[in-house]
């Protein structure tokens, strides 16, 4: 119990770090990125997270300055060209995209590189616009109409028009996989660069419209790429409008895209940018001690070293993982179906003892859906406080007096160390925990098809994340991912009126009683502490923009 690498700090590495919410507002910048110094090695303290303000109060209108014309999109000035920005990667590609089929947060990371949404958010959840330039929302929300820019192209030569979108719209409103776009009825072409989405029944949807800008098959794909090309091709490929063009996939060593020299926000500095698969942290910070690579996510242990080596390490908690132990709670013949094993797994787990021997201060209690700080947690909520007798007790009423065995499904590149130290735990209770170690691709279909025992799952939270996302891309979607987990019905229709509400106060409310019922009434996940996202980015490159969900990197630059 000497270190960790959350999974969910891997992915917030993929996709916080690198594309959507490096938190502008929430960074924490320890010291300056300067020459390493030899210092006396600081103490972490972990602080408490402040309360930010509710993401949406109401219904969004496009900023005056950006309506009609680039505004802060245009290309700033005094950037040098040329060069290649080094990224690591902890995992070869799974499907960048197949827009109708599971792509883990990873793989939307590398496809963030060269696809734009109608709209991009801030780490505050403001919304601005992006390939759309203006909308217009109907009085009563029962509809939204986007004006598109003109003149830009996909990757491929093919028009970014109205038609264009009503293709990607409608693939994700018939979609089999996501939900994301499911709240709309219908999208019609009202002329070559207008479209209009209208909302089922009539009744506005706060996931579906800000997922235009911020998930991955909400964006816009080439309808070409997407229409005549079978699944197989489109998984190790993407065609999109962004600023860098996918060109070279070598599996195990490199992802590459080159410039976009077309690109309608202007011509990106960089020549390229090059994701380098590394499998492991550790190979991923000596890389880029070495200047092998310009960015890299810290484990929590290496911290306080690279703080005192003189390196500036940030700290992010607007976009974050939160999640735990997630059970096969809906087979029911599964001894997870029991409410009482699940809540003899949550006695089970000492998360003061996790957060002391492995956070090294960073880590952070959980006991429901959304973190303490997030105007949609609930404090009334009670959790499930480490009592291993209670555990053995439960276990017992639930026939389980000697324990049982169970499996639990690991990324083949995960760190063991949080999961051994949890392992333990169970054990020591009666549940005998074997791992199994499984790639990104077998736990996609795992996640879509199905699982019998414990997979690591949750949701994405935090200041900058819309709280419907944390539903229906986490734990309450529809029965459509997290297949095996339990998903109760009369919580999934509370979560769809909530994304409907226009009244924040209510709005609010709903989702608080959602997070305390999900812990307390049916012990969905056995939760683990969440850790904020930490990083570090070389002093060589400047221009980089943090904190929207456009790609951060569109016209950063490198000083040699």
């Not at 996940?525 to 980015?537: F, H, K, M, N, T």
Request: aromatic share 12%; net charge neutral.
């Amino acid at each position: 119990m000497k270190k960790i690498l959350f999974i969910a700090l891997t992915i917030v590495v993929l996709v916080g770090m690198f594309v959507v919410s490096c938190g502008k507002a929430e960074e924490k910048p320890t010291t300056p990125a300067v020459t390493p110094t030899k210092t006396a090695t600081p103490t972490k303290t972990a602080t408490p997270t402040p309360t930010p303000t509710p993401t949406a109060t109401k219904l969004p209108s496009p900023t005056a300055t950006q309506a009609g014309g680039l505004g802060k999109l245009a290309k700033p000035e005094g950037g040098k060209s040329g060069g290649w920005l080094i990224m690591p990667a902890s995992a070869d590609i799974s499907n960048i995209g197949s827009t109708d089929e599971i792509s883990n947060p990873g793989d939307a990371g590398y496809s963030f590189v060269c696809t734009e949404g109608l709209i991009r958010t801030d780490n505050k959840g403001n919304i601005e616009p992006m390939l759309a330039e203006s909308w217009t929302i109907a009085p009563d929300g029962s509809y939204v109409d986007f004006k598109l820019r003109r003149g830009i192209k996909f990757h491929d030569g093919v028009d970014f028009n109205a038609q264009a979108v009503k293709v990607n719209v409608d693939i994700q409103i018939n979609s089999k996989v996501w939900t994301n776009l499911r709240p709309l009825d219908r999208c019609e072409v009202i002329d070559d660069y207008t479209v209009r989405m209208y909302f089922d029944n009539g009744r506005w949807d706060w996931g579906a419209f800000t997922s235009l800008g911020t998930f991955f098959s909400c964006r816009m794909f080439s309808p070409k790429f997407l229409l005549d090309n079978p699944p197989e091709y489109k998984r190790q490929n993407v065609v999109g409008t962004g600023p860098f063009i996918f060109t070279e996939y070598k599996r195990g060593q490199y992802i590459k895209y080159v410039r976009n020299d077309n690109y309608w926000r202007g011509k990106p500095y960089l020549d390229g940018i090059e994701y380098r698969i590394l499998p492991q942290a550790e190979t991923q910070l000596l890389a880029f001690k070495k200047g092998e690579i310009h960015t890299v996510g810290i484990q929590t242990k290496d911290a306080a070293g690279m703080i005192a080596e003189g390196y500036e390490v940030r700290e992010v908690s607007d976009f974050i993982f939160n999640g735990g132990l997630m059970f096969s709670a809906a087979n029911p013949d599964s001894p997870w179906a029991d409410i009482r094993v699940r809540r003899a797994a949550a006695h089970a787990i000492n998360q003061d003892v996790l957060i002391e021997g492995l956070t090294y201060g960073y880590g952070h209690k959980s006991n429901q859906i959304f973190i303490e700080g997030q105007v949609w947690y609930n404090p009334e909520t009670v959790g499930y406080e480490y009592n291993p007798q209670k555990a053995k007790q439960l276990l017992a009423e639930a026939g389980y007096p000697k324990g049982f065995d169970t499996t639990w499904y690991i990324l083949d590149f995960q760190s063991l160390d949080m999961p051994t130290a949890v392992q333990d735990m169970l054990r020591e209770v009666g549940i005998n925990v074997k791992f199994e170690l499984v790639s990104m691709p077998i736990f996609n279909s795992m996640v879509a098809t199905g699982w019998e025992g414990i997979v690591w799952g949750g949701a994405f939270v935090g200041s900058a994340v819309e709280p419907s996302s944390a539903m229906v891309n986490g734990v309450l979607n529809g029965k459509t991912t997290w297949i095996s987990c339990i998903q109760p019905d009369e919580l999934y229709q509370k979560a769809l009126v909530a994304n409907g509400e226009r009244d924040v106060q209510k709005r609010i409310q709903l989702y608080r009683e959602i997070s305390k019922s999900l812990t307390d009434d049916y012990c969905q996940i056995a939760y683990l502490p969440w850790v904020p996202g930490l990083y570090s980015i070389s002093p060589k490159v400047k221009g980089y923009e943090l904190g929207y969900s456009s790609f951060a990197y569109t016209f950063a630059w490198l000083e040699q």
